[in-house]
């Protein structure tokens, strides 16, 4: 247990020096896109708030590689978002922003919930064609677990971003986590948390406080074992 509290507490320093020596870091797209999606209640569709929101969102997972070209991102500009976002803003998640780990893991509604999230953001997704020449054939975008949890975790805060450095983070901390992003893996991140709680809201709280924002447990949580499996 000491072993992890003070893997935590380094990590958690690291994350902080990162962002306190590089002012235009990458990894503030995150609070950017984040932070504007606090005010969610003003976007209305089509207009300029929610052009922005499109923007914001196109970013922030430019920022973390989703524009690799493998999933078709790169050849749609950002209004593609528009649909992903409407969902989002769907009253029936209201519940989903910024939900703490603590509330999160004994209620299976909202575990519920967030899965249905993720399937109709899939299923968006998938329904968007893609042409890399006129000469070609249409494609569709790829519906990744990388690519659909970070348009939550950027935005509501409430799953860790699924892809390869976060998963083999899961392993290295000896989480008992799937290649895919389902409730079992989401259980263990979330049990893990639990184990460790207290550990992880103090974690939460320096950096909250050096950020002047605050940090969801979930991208708390998602710092830590992310920088483990880098």
Known sequence: MIEVINDIQTHTNSYLKILEQDPNHRFR???HCYNFFKD??????????????CLNLGFYLASRGMY????????????????????????????????GINQLAHNNAL???????????????????????TLDQPDYISATDALVTKIIFGTMGCVPSYDTHFKKGCTEAG???????D?????????????NNKTFQ?????????????????????????????
Not at 40 to 53: I, N, P, T, V, Y
Not at 183 to 194: C, D, I, N, R, T
Not at 202 to 228: C, T, W
């Open 68 to 99: 690799s070209g493998l999933n078709g991102l790169l050849w749609k500009d950002y209004r593609i978002y528009s649909g992903m976002i409407e969902i989002l803003m769907d009253p029936d998640y209201s519940t989903l922003w910024g939900i």
């Open 40 to 53: 969610k209640e003003q976007f209305r569709q089509g207009s300029e708030l929610e052009r922005m929101a």
């Open 183 to 195: 409730k079992e893996s989401y259980l263990a991140v979330m049990g893990f948390y639990v184990e």
């Open 111 to 133: 575990i519920d919930k967030i899965f249905k999230l993720k399937s109709r953001l899939n299923d968006t997704i998938k329904s968007i064609p893609y042409r890399k020449s």
């Open 29 to 31: 797209s995150w609070e």
């Open 175 to 181: 989480l008992n986590v799937n290649h895919t992003f």
């Open 202 to 230: 103090h974690a939460s709280f320096e950096i909250s406080n050096s950020r002047g924002m605050e940090y969801p447990d979930m991208k708390v949580v998602d710092i830590y074992l992310r920088q483990l499996g880098e």
